[in-house]
């Protein structure tokens, strides 16, 4: 079985943290959808197995039209044939987006998951990070989505915003439990190279929270989550008992995904590919029946690399009777240290980080990866 993955790059405005390839011209909607109903067409044989998954992401796909929602879930229909009762289909919203009639729309497509950028509940840094909604929008968003039937609600949450304090992270974390979401992943706040935050940065109108107040965050939050009934299962991720977001576990798992639009990447189990970030170049090359991607093969020691990479991000762990005998033996060698020092823990069968290896897992995982020959 493979997961759909399908790149909206839309945004109203752009925030100020984000890295992510998006364009605030709304007037290439329609034409970016048909390209990506065409795509569909094209890539058919790569969905033979059957659909597992599928996850409309941004972007924002809420900001889609009625019409071009229904496009999208019609091309799946005609290309793939997919068994959508026994499926996880999970789309993408800002809670600004989520009215009455986006919700009415939204219950005439397969859709059973939503996914939802709160980000914080202090309108102060909503403000801050230039989002377009506020903190009572999270809660009527997700009244709406309960009442037209959508019972699996995923929660996206920052932390460790300039100045901010572990008390008022709790409160974040208090204010998305009261809405007893399905799932919640949580972030902190990255500067990344070429957004507005990242020069606030450079030019020291903003600084990053310590390492200690990061940690006392980062601990607050899993003691809550789970104190509160939440599996920490991903390094980001906490959800409800049966509620794991089955299609990024499959990033993690190392399943094949097919991921079309502008800047989406596939992966086949032997291959990965991307296709061009530009969407006017996307949409003009599609048009002309050409897939505008790169790809590279993925020999064993690359594909041992990233599974160091994601399969270490899960509560699970790497699986070492599923490893090649060279690899499992490097592994377990370079881990032992990892393990001696409570970072690393392993049954024999598995190994995986603890909580406390959660807080140096950048390092760790380079020193795991295969070092070139
Ligand atoms: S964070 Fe989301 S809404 Fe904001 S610019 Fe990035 S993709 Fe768009």
Redesign the pocket.
């Known amino acids: 079985m493979t997961g759909l993955y399908i790149h909206i790059p839309f945004?109203e405005s752009?925030?100020i943290y984000?890295g992510?390839y998006?364009t605030t011209r709304r007037e290439l909607q329609d034409d970016y959808v048909r390209a990506l109903c065409r795509e569909m067409a094209m890539r058919k044989d790569e969905g033979a197995d059957g659909l597992a998954t599928v996850y409309i992401g941004?972007?924002?796909p809420s900001q889609l039209s009625a019409s071009n929602i229904r496009s999208i879930f019609d091309g799946i229909d005609d290309v793939f044939s997919p068994d959508w009762g026994k499926m996880e289909i999970t789309m993408e919203c800002?809670p600004e987006d989520i009215t009455d009639d986006f919700c009415r729309a939204l219950s005439q497509t397969p859709v059973n998951r939503v996914s939802m950028?709160a980000q914080t509940f202090s309108d102060v840094r909503l403000r801050f990070l230039r989002r377009r909604h506020d903190s009572a929008q999270v809660a009527r968003a997700v009244r709406r989505l309960r009442a037209v039937g959508i019972d699996n609600i995923s929660i996206d949450l920052m932390f460790g915003f300039p100045g901010e304090t572990v008390a008022e992270w709790t409160d974040d974390i208090s204010c998305a439990l009261a809405l007893r979401p399905e799932h919640l992943s949580a972030y902190s706040l990255q500067y990344e190279e070429g957004t507005l935050l990242y020069r606030m940065l450079a030019k020291g109108e903003v600084s990053e929270i310590d390492d200690e107040t990061y940690r006392m965050m980062y601990n607050v939050l899993c003691d809550r989550m789970e104190a509160a009934g939440y599996d920490h299962y991903e390094i980001s991720n906490f959800a409800l008992p049966d509620r794991r977001s089955r299609h990024n576990s499959s990033y993690w798992h190392d399943v094949p995904y097919i991921g079309l639009g502008a800047s989406a990447h596939s992966y086949s189990g032997k291959q990965r590919s991307w296709n061009v970030s530009s969407m006017t170049e996307y949409i003009r090359l599609i048009m002309s029946g050409v897939r505008p991607s790169e790809s590279e093969t993925i020999d064993e020691r690359t594909h041992y690399d990233d599974m160091v990479m994601t399969a270490l991000r899960t509560r699970e762990g790497i699986n070492l009777d599923e490893m090649p005998e060279e690899f499992r033996k490097y592994i377990v060698g370079s881990a032992e240290k990892y393990i001696g020092a409570g970072e690393m823990w392993t049954d024999g069968h598995r190994l995986a980080l603890t909580r406390e290896g959660i807080f140096v897992s950048d390092m760790i995982m380079a020193d795991l990866m295969r070092p070139d020959e």
């Open positions: 945004c752009r925030c984000c992510f998006s941004g972007g924002t800002n950028g």
